[in-house]
């Protein structure tokens, strides 16, 4: 059974950092698109970053600098290193997966999801 479970979220001050990770099974991983999206209260669901199965990657703008994407395909695990968190980071992170090597910031290209992880920043 294919299953991404999302863990690391927490309650931080701005300026603190935290570390997300994304332990997926049931997925050939290492064929995978990864990404990892966000979603505020209100708000839409929007791409934070992507990491091809080859380790290309991408990030939304306001992340760039702040936020590291990394894969480990031999523990099939995916995690976002955020430092400099600021309240506007405040949201449900999810992880998502695609098969293949087309890896968009936009969630209605995949159709594997976790549950999510809570990241709150306060100022």
């Known amino acids: 059974q294919e299953q991404l479970v999302e863990s690391g979220g927490g309650s931080v001050q701005a300026g603190g950092s935290l570390r997300l990770s994304c332990a997926a099974s049931g997925y050939s991983y290492d064929k995978y698109c990864m990404a990892w999206f966000r979603q505020a209260p209100g708000k839409e669901r929007e791409g934070v970053a992507t990491v091809t199965s080859d380790g290309i990657i991408r990030y939304i703008d306001s992340v760039k600098g702040r936020f590291t994407i990394s894969r480990d395909n031999t523990e099939n695990t995916m995690y976002l290193q955020m430092h400099n968190l600021k309240p506007e980071d405040t949201a449900m992170y999810y992880c998502?997966?695609?098969?293949?090597?087309?890896?968009?910031?936009?969630?209605?290209?995949?159709?594997?999801w976790g549950q999510g992880t809570q990241v709150t920043v306060s100022s």
């Open positions: 998502a997966a695609r098969w293949g090597g087309y890896c968009p910031l936009v969630s209605g290209h995949f159709i594997h």
